[in-house]
């Protein structure tokens, strides 16, 4: 089992930025795809960014050009840097470990960009 723990989330106001983390609690990035998404009051949730077990990246085109995902092995900590928010980035942020059938997610953070 793998435990997934959010944190970074908070209020900010609109074109600040925020740093959120996932700290997993065992080592699982050579195997697991990680992936932040994110769910807004009302709205289904969204795929926002993922990072292979090799590395390589992608980010959702809403989000393009602002967020950036990246990894910390040796912590096993994944990041999403989050740059020029918008109000409508509002929404609770998830991450997910995913390899096979293996499927985890954390409880989320929130975040708030106010206008």
């Known amino acids: 089992q793998v435990q997934l723990v959010e944190s970074g989330g908070g209020l900010v106001q609109a074109g600040g930025s925020l740093r959120l983390s996932c700290a997993a609690s065992r080592s699982i990035f050579s195997r697991f795809t990680m992936g932040w998404y994110r769910q807004a009051p009302g709205k289904q949730r969204e795929l926002v960014a993922t990072i292979t077990s090799g590395g390589s990246t992608n980010t959702a085109d809403f989000v393009k050009g602002r967020f950036t995902i990246s990894r910390d092995s040796a912590k096993n900590t994944v990041y999403l840097q989050m740059n020029s928010l918008k109000p409508e980035d509002t929404a609770v942020y998830y991450c997910?470990?995913?390899?096979?059938?293996?499927?985890?997610w954390g409880k989320g953070t929130p975040v708030t960009v106010s206008s």
């Open positions: 997910n470990a995913i390899w096979g059938l293996m499927n985890h």
